[in-house]
């Protein structure tokens, strides 16, 4: 008996789990992530000061206690209604953002301040400054490390299946609990779904580096 | 002494398009701009000269605000200039800035550096921008080279393309810090072509430069910068021929002798 036909299906979900999880938390940390690395080299220090505090806070949490503080502190916070899947979303999310923020402050030192000046000096505002000048210069230095760190969000949501959300990770416990399969069969299997979702990520970034440096 | 008067004359306070006030400002301890007074009347061409870290560039970095000061006012065209923000921004549309490193945006064409500012500033179409910027590249000598990055030109190029930049957003005044300093000297002579032809279309222009020839024939006015102070101001011949004070004979005679 194959385990992966046998459970094609259960496979299959876990997969596609994984994929909407690590696609829409990638998504929410690279939002997030740009907005404090805004707000990190803003004139405001406000805005500074909380982007400081936002990196500092969720770079060094562990992973498995924003979990933890999201599935049970905001529901007895009183945010009710939002199922474990989004709230896994969540706490991924902010997770990988203080770190996509960390890469994207490290490309936005890369760029000479002359290009800042001389937006700044033909009127432009802060924001136009960062988002036509600054940023896009600043994306060829940070698409690389910004790749590793969706590789590693792809990995860390396996963290999720001990919170009550279909992936890859809870996919591996039910069929290890399933007796009479092979377990090492079963880890290759839940190995290749991974390599799958980690390697087209590379691809794209991969991809991505190119285009940027033709452009030019 | 009726160097001052003359000086004076040709800048009547009537029609001053920047005016600074007692201006000071520290880098720590260092105290670049000292009691800085300056008028720049509309139309008029000021040449600044004076030894490295004298705070030429620093004066001209304030009158833009992209430096901040410590004290004292500064105005263009009437009004003060803002603290920061929109307003801000607004007021520097109006003050164009040509650097020494040029300092083109890397990853957009040349059309796209002169066209940008109309756009995203002065909310132009794209159709105009596009049409005002070719004929400011044509007018500097670069329109052949639209389509290419930055990169790709020679520093006189690219110190042409960011003079385009700059007039694109139709400045009132232009501060230019050293323009040509950083080009090879076969390329200096492109640049300060346009910037001549700048002056004598009327515009109002601030220029840091040790381009004798250029202070002389397109230049009002020369204001002669030591140790974060205005020691001097004169015409141009009275100011190479027969400087008054000492700190300018002893920098002239450098500069001459080399
Ligand atoms: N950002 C800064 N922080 C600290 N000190 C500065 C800064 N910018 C300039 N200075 C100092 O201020 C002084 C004046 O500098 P400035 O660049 O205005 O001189 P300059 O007259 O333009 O000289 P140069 O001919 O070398 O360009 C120098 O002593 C310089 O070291
Ligand atoms: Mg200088």
């Given at each position: 008996?194959?385990?992966l036909?046998?459970?094609?299906?259960?496979f299959r979900e876990g997969f596609i789990g994984t994929v909407e999880l690590t696609v829409l938390s990638a998504l929410l940390a690279l939002v997030l992530g740009t907005?404090?690395?805004?707000?990190?080299?803003?004139?405001?220090?406000?805005?500074?000061?909380?982007?400081?505090?936002?990196?500092?806070?969720?770079?060094?949490?562990?992973?498995?206690?924003?979990?933890?503080?999201?599935?049970?502190?905001?529901?007895?916070?009183?945010?009710?209604?939002?199922?474990?899947?989004?709230?896994?979303v969540?706490?991924l999310g902010?997770y990988t953002s203080?770190f996509i923020c960390e890469a994207l402050?490290s490309g936005?030192?890369t760029?000479?301040?002359?290009?800042?000046?001389?937006?700044?000096?033909?009127?432009?505002?802060?924001?136009?400054?960062?988002?036509?000048?600054?940023l896009p210069q600043a994306a060829r230095t940070s698409i690389p490390p910004i790749g590793s760190l969706l590789i590693a969000l792809a990995k860390n949501t396996a963290i999720a299946?001990?919170?009550?959300?279909?992936e890859l990770g809870?996919v591996q416990?039910?069929?290890?609990?399933?007796?009479?399969?092979?377990?090492?069969?079963?880890f290759l299997w839940i190995a290749i779904c991974y390599i799958i979702i980690t390697f087209t990520i590379s691809g794209l970034f991969r991809l991505l580096e190119n285009r940027l440096a033709v452009a030019r | 002494?009726?160097?001052?008067?003359?000086?004076?004359?040709?800048?009547?306070?009537?029609?001053?398009?920047?005016?600074?006030?007692?201006?000071?400002?520290?880098?720590?301890?260092?105290?670049?701009?000292?009691?800085?007074?300056?008028?720049?009347?509309?139309?008029?061409?000021?040449?600044?000269?004076?030894?490295?870290?004298?705070?030429?560039?620093?004066?001209?970095?304030?009158?833009?605000?992209?430096?901040?000061?410590?004290?004292?006012?500064?105005?263009?065209?009437?009004?003060?200039?803002?603290?920061?923000?929109?307003?801000?921004?607004?007021?520097?549309?109006?003050?164009?800035?040509?650097?020494?490193?040029?300092?083109?945006?890397?990853h957009?064409?040349?059309?796209?550096?002169?066209?940008?500012?109309?756009?995203?500033?002065?909310?132009?179409?794209?159709?105009?921008?596009?049409?005002?910027?070719?004929?400011?590249?044509?007018?500097?000598?670069?329109?052949?080279?639209?389509?290419?990055?930055?990169?790709?030109?020679?520093?006189?190029?690219?110190?042409?393309?960011?003079?385009?930049?700059?007039?694109?957003?139709?400045?009132?005044?232009?501060?230019?810090?050293?323009?040509?300093?950083?080009?090879?000297?076969?390329?200096?002579?492109?640049?300060?072509?346009?910037?001549?032809?700048?002056?004598?279309?009327?515009?109002?222009?601030?220029?840091?430069?040790?381009?004798?020839?250029?202070?002389?024939?397109?230049?009002?006015?020369?204001?002669?910068?030591?140790?974060?102070?205005?020691?001097?101001?004169?015409?141009?011949?009275?100011?190479?021929?027969?400087?008054?004070?000492?700190?300018?004979?002893?920098?002239?005679?450098?500069?001459?002798?080399?």
């Open positions: 008996m194959n385990v036909s046998d459970n094609f299906a259960m907005l404090v690395a805004a707000f990190r080299v803003s004139p405001v220090p406000a805005l500074r000061a909380f982007g400081t505090a936002w990196v500092t806070l969720l770079r060094n949490t562990p992973l498995v206690l924003l979990f933890l503080a999201v599935t049970l502190g905001l529901p007895a916070l009183g945010l009710k209604g939002w199922d474990s899947f989004w709230l896994a969540l706490a902010c203080a402050r936005i030192n760029v000479p301040v002359g290009q800042a000046e001389a937006a700044r000096s033909i009127g432009m505002t802060f924001g136009q400054t960062l988002v036509q000048i600054v299946s001990g919170f009550n959300v279909t809870s416990k039910t069929l290890n609990a399933a007796s009479g399969y092979n377990i090492y069969v079963i | 002494m009726n160097e001052i008067s003359v000086t004076k004359d040709v800048a009547p306070a009537a029609d001053a398009l920047v005016v600074l006030d007692k201006v000071n400002k520290h880098f720590g301890a260092l105290h670049v701009l000292q009691d800085i007074d300056l008028t720049i009347a509309r139309g008029e061409v000021v040449v600044v000269i004076g030894p490295s870290g004298s705070g030429k560039s620093t004066l001209c970095r304030t009158i833009n605000r992209l430096e901040t000061t410590d004290s004292g006012s500064i105005t263009i065209d009437g009004k003060p200039l803002p603290q920061e923000g929109r307003e801000l921004a607004r007021l520097r549309a109006d003050v164009g800035m040509v650097f020494q490193s040029f300092n083109l945006f890397a957009k064409t040349v059309l796209e550096n002169v066209t940008l500012g109309q756009v995203k500033v002065r909310r132009k179409d794209r159709k105009a921008a596009e049409a005002t910027a070719r004929s400011l590249l044509d007018r500097v000598g670069v329109g052949a080279q639209a389509e290419k990055y930055p990169a790709q030109l020679s520093g006189g190029q690219q110190q042409r393309v960011a003079i385009a930049r700059a007039l694109a957003m139709d400045p009132k005044v232009m501060l230019f810090d050293e323009p040509t300093s950083a080009l090879d000297p076969e390329m200096i002579n492109e640049v300060l072509e346009v910037m001549q032809q700048l002056a004598r279309d009327g515009m109002t222009m601030v220029v840091v430069t040790h381009e004798m020839g250029f202070a002389r024939s397109a230049a009002n006015r020369v204001v002669f910068m030591a140790d974060g102070r205005i020691v001097e101001e004169a015409r141009p011949d009275q100011f190479f021929s027969n400087p008054r004070s000492d700190r300018a004979k002893d920098f002239l005679s450098k500069i001459l002798h080399h």
